[in-house]
């Protein structure tokens, strides 16, 4: 990709807009002839709040999908740990990860028993096909090892840092790196690049900081040595609703300057379906335009333990020398859940959207994601 200099002088303006609507819940007490007309107002406010208004909207709508349910659809991984080969070797593998988290816990001080180091990890081949770009493969890995003995939180990360600039429960297949060149099914090359990076992690470092945070000092794509930053922060608003927001800016001695924003407004009610909006703002010394910005707006269901079915509208575009431009909307599907093992997942999206800048009306596009957990 060709790079466009941007001057770092340059202001960058990353706007966080969200609203938080209160209203009054009543008087206890009726006596007085002002408290009964500062509820009367507040009520009405709270009538002719748009926000509010539009999950009761939807709810009403009639559906012919299932109720919510929590009930497992796999066995437990305790069950099925000795049943086949794919079963004894992820836990052979699951076992490997703890045994050599211990080990190098062990190289920096005394391991407490009761703070046992330990190693997650994330295997991931995502699939995807279209009509313009055709099929691409694009294997992907994440670890993390949790080293307690150092006196801050402390852990080892490595494999594709990009999946760790998304949200926890995105809803969507993404990708931020660069597709396969030259129309190949599988970049052996690119994939890996793509999956070299390492860093130590220092997690919550301050505890006078109001958001959680992480430090990353690493190296990613070979020779890219880069410092990454994050914070992050709930708030839980009324009306069921709540809002999420995090800030993440990487620089590396390569790739400089790297800053996004993601946000997440979720409205979600006991054992219902929930509706949310994910938004994201990235700046990119190495990318063409100023800003690029997505958003997914969608209603999500869970008929099984850990299934989601969602659906909604998916708008994105850039900024451009002060010109912003909507590139591609349309509507879209995801569905992910357990297959076989409470260990392997399976998530399929459907898209039906367009693309102004290269000239492409609506068209279908299909992702499917293969994912173990170790």
Same mark, same amino acid.
């Given at each position: 990709?060709?790079?466009?200099?941007?001057?770092?002088?340059?202001?960058?303006?990353? $706007?966080? &807009?969200?609203?938080?609507?209160?209203?009054?819940?009543?008087?206890?007490?009726?006596?007085?002839?002002?408290?009964?007309?500062?509820?009367?107002?507040?009520?009405?406010?709270?009538?002719?709040?748009? &926000?509010?208004?539009?999950?009761?909207?939807?709810?009403?709508?009639?559906?012919?999908?299932?109720? @919510?349910?929590? @009930?497992?659809?796999?066995?437990?991984?305790? @069950?099925?740990?000795?049943?086949?080969? &794919?079963?004894?070797? @992820?836990?052979?593998?699951?076992?490997?990860?703890?045994?050599?988290?211990?080990?190098?816990?062990?190289?920096?001080?005394?391991?407490?028993?009761? *703070?046992?180091?330990?190693?997650?990890?994330?295997?991931?081949?995502?699939?995807?096909? +279209?009509?313009?770009?055709?099929?691409?493969?694009?294997?992907?890995?994440?670890? *993390?090892?949790?080293?307690?003995?150092?006196?801050?939180?402390?852990?080892?990360?490595?494999?594709?840092?990009?999946?760790?600039?998304?949200?926890?429960? %995105?809803?969507?297949?993404? +990708?931020?790196?660069?597709?396969?060149?030259?129309?190949?099914?599988?970049?052996?090359?690119? $994939?890996?690049?793509?999956?070299?990076?390492?860093?130590?992690?220092?997690?919550?470092?301050?505890?006078?900081?109001?958001?959680?945070?992480?430090?990353?000092?690493?190296?990613?794509?070979?020779?890219?040595?880069?410092?990454?930053? *994050?914070?992050?922060?709930?708030?839980?608003?009324?009306?069921?609703?709540?809002?999420?927001?995090?800030?993440?800016?990487?620089?590396?001695?390569?790739?400089? %300057?790297?800053?996004?924003?993601?946000?997440?407004?979720?409205?979600?009610?006991?054992?219902?379906?929930?509706?949310?909006?994910?938004?994201?703002? $990235?700046?990119?010394?190495?990318?063409?335009?100023?800003?690029?910005?997505?958003?997914?707006?969608?209603?999500?269901?869970?008929?099984?333990?850990?299934?989601?079915?969602? /659906?909604?509208? /998916?708008?994105?575009?850039?900024?451009?020398?002060?010109?912003?431009?909507?590139?591609?909307?349309?509507?879209?599907?995801?569905?992910?859940?357990?297959?076989?093992?409470?260990?392997?997942?399976?998530?399929?999206?459907?898209?039906?959207?367009? +693309?102004?800048?290269?000239?492409?009306?609506?068209?279908?596009? $299909?992702?499917?994601?293969?994912?173990?957990?170790?």
């Amino acid at each position: 990709m060709p790079q466009k200099k941007i001057s770092l002088s340059k202001p960058l303006l990353f $706007t966080l &807009l969200f609203g938080i609507m209160s209203a009054s819940n009543g008087s206890e007490s009726a006596e007085q002839s002002t408290d009964s007309s500062t509820s009367s107002a507040s009520s009405q406010d709270e009538d002719h709040n748009l &926000l509010y208004q539009i999950p009761n909207w939807i709810d009403a709508l009639p559906t012919f999908l299932p109720q @919510q349910s929590n @009930q497992p659809s796999v066995p437990p991984a305790l @069950q099925t740990a000795d049943r086949t080969w &794919l079963d004894r070797n @992820q836990l052979k593998i699951r076992d490997w990860a703890d045994h050599t988290s211990h080990k190098i816990d062990n190289w920096f001080g005394k391991t407490d028993p009761e *703070k046992p180091a330990s190693a997650t990890l994330r295997v991931i081949v995502d699939n995807s096909w +279209n009509k313009h770009d055709g099929y691409e493969i694009k294997p992907r890995i994440r670890g *993390k090892v949790k080293l307690p003995t150092l006196e801050r939180k402390v852990s080892l990360v490595f494999g594709d840092d990009s999946l760790d600039n998304e949200l926890d429960n %995105n809803v969507a297949i993404t +990708n931020e790196n660069l597709s396969n060149s030259n129309n190949k099914t599988l970049d052996r090359q690119r $994939t890996r690049e793509n999956n070299s990076s390492f860093a130590f992690r220092w997690s919550d470092f301050s505890k006078r900081l109001p958001f959680e945070t992480d430090a990353d000092l690493g190296l990613r794509s070979g020779d890219d040595v880069y410092l990454r930053l *994050k914070a992050s922060k709930d708030w839980q608003l009324e009306n069921d609703f709540s809002f999420h927001a995090e800030q993440i800016y990487r620089y590396g001695i390569d790739s400089k %300057n790297y800053l996004r924003t993601n946000t997440e407004l979720t409205h979600a009610r006991p054992n219902q379906a929930f509706l949310s909006n994910q938004f994201s703002l $990235t700046y990119a010394d190495d990318q063409d335009d100023d800003l690029t910005w997505d958003n997914n707006l969608f209603r999500q269901h869970q008929f099984f333990h850990e299934n989601s079915f969602s /659906y909604g509208l /998916y708008t994105g575009g850039f900024l451009n020398n002060n010109d912003l431009r909507l590139n591609s909307w349309g509507p879209f599907v995801s569905w992910r859940q357990p297959l076989w093992r409470e260990w392997f997942y399976v998530q399929g999206n459907l898209n039906y959207i367009n +693309n102004h800048r290269d000239d492409r009306s609506h068209f279908i596009s $299909t992702s499917v994601r293969l994912e173990a957990l170790f």
